[in-house]
């Protein structure tokens, strides 16, 4: 839980972009999400969405992109925030949104103002919500990976190693390389598997090299890529979406581990 969170006639009024992949692989993530937003101080509310187009627009399928996205502009138009537990789909919707409608006059003035209070979830708990400490605990080394999105279109660097420093129990050792990409780049990762399977191999050596137990990130498809390339090389290193952690929400079994596994174990 957070300190100090403001009176309730000024709570902001949050929706959550949950993202596809935390839906359907991860809602865990999408649970620990709520509960540091409420937490923070603001009113959440999910409203019915889909993906936020990327897919589509990294693949050049503009007319698919735009058709998405603009009920990604009705579904969260009323709200005083968008926030998403992943750099990926949020710097879609903040970076890229307004550059879809940027010929359309009817809906580029839309896209802008929902690109403009879209952020990503540590991203916007740190710097809208002023956050400064999180009064929960997790025993163990971590080490973070910098997801590319979240880094390069949207500034988010410092922000989770805040929050994390004031977790008890936690201690944080620096990944070698923590800002190189880790090999997934949602599309490339199809299309160039033997080029992204080589990225990952020397992002999990730098993983394994850490001495870390835990490894954390905000984007469920790198953690998801490292956390296969850890399994198929055997190794027990646990893979968790940053926000589980920062929540306190660690009962599920890291990602890409069966439940079955954890209870025989």
Same mark, same amino acid.
């Given at each position: 839980m957070?300190?100090?969170p403001p009176p309730a006639s000024?709570?902001?009024r949050v929706g959550l972009f949950v993202t596809c992949l935390v839906?359907?692989? &991860?809602? @865990?993530?999408? %649970? #620990?999400a709520v509960k540091l937003l409420e937490g923070a101080g603001c009113i959440v509310e999910v409203p019915s969405q889909t993906c936020c187009g990327q897919p589509a627009y990294n693949s050049g399928d503009r007319a698919t992109a735009r058709v998405i996205a603009s009920g990604i502009i009705t579904a969260f138009k009323e709200f005083d925030y968008v926030v998403a537990p992943s750099g990926s789909c949020a710097g879609m919707l903040r970076v890229h949104l307004p550059l879809l409608f940027a010929d359309d006059?009817?809906?580029?003035?839309?896209?802008?103002?929902? @690109?403009s209070k879209t952020y990503e979830l540590v991203s916007f708990l740190v710097d809208v919500m002023k956050v400064e400490r999180l009064k929960e605990r997790f025993d163990g080394t971590v080490t973070y990976?910098?997801? !590319?999105?979240?880094? &390069?279109?949207?500034g988010v660097k410092a922000q989770p190693r805040l929050l994390l420093s004031t977790i008890e129990g936690l201690t944080?050792?620096?990944?070698?390389?923590?800002?190189?990409? !880790?090999? %997934?780049?949602?599309?490339f990762a199809v299309k160039y598997g033997d080029i992204s399977d080589a990225i990952v191999t020397e992002k999990t050596g730098n993983?394994? #090299?850490?001495?870390?137990?835990?490894?954390? #990130?905000?984007d469920l498809g790198c953690l998801m890529n490292m956390a296969g390339k850890l399994s198929r090389q055997g190794e027990t290193i646990a893979v968790r979406h940053v926000a589980e952690v920062l929540a306190g929400m660690t009962g599920e079994p890291p990602i890409g581990v069966p439940l079955e596994k954890t209870k025989s174990s």
């Amino acid at each position: 839980m957070t300190e100090s969170p403001p009176p309730a006639s000024k709570k902001p009024r949050v929706g959550l972009f949950v993202t596809c992949l935390v839906d359907l692989i &991860r809602p @865990a993530i999408g %649970f #620990a999400a709520v509960k540091l937003l409420e937490g923070a101080g603001c009113i959440v509310e999910v409203p019915s969405q889909t993906c936020c187009g990327q897919p589509a627009y990294n693949s050049g399928d503009r007319a698919t992109a735009r058709v998405i996205a603009s009920g990604i502009i009705t579904a969260f138009k009323e709200f005083d925030y968008v926030v998403a537990p992943s750099g990926s789909c949020a710097g879609m919707l903040r970076v890229h949104l307004p550059l879809l409608f940027a010929d359309d006059p009817n809906l580029v003035g839309e896209a802008r103002d929902l @690109a403009s209070k879209t952020y990503e979830l540590v991203s916007f708990l740190v710097d809208v919500m002023k956050v400064e400490r999180l009064k929960e605990r997790f025993d163990g080394t971590v080490t973070y990976h910098d997801s !590319c999105a979240g880094l &390069r279109e949207l500034g988010v660097k410092a922000q989770p190693r805040l929050l994390l420093s004031t977790i008890e129990g936690l201690t944080l050792t620096e990944l070698k390389d923590s800002e190189v990409c !880790c090999g %997934f780049g949602g599309t490339f990762a199809v299309k160039y598997g033997d080029i992204s399977d080589a990225i990952v191999t020397e992002k999990t050596g730098n993983v394994k #090299a850490s001495g870390a137990q835990t490894l954390l #990130a905000g984007d469920l498809g790198c953690l998801m890529n490292m956390a296969g390339k850890l399994s198929r090389q055997g190794e027990t290193i646990a893979v968790r979406h940053v926000a589980e952690v920062l929540a306190g929400m660690t009962g599920e079994p890291p990602i890409g581990v069966p439940l079955e596994k954890t209870k025989s174990s």
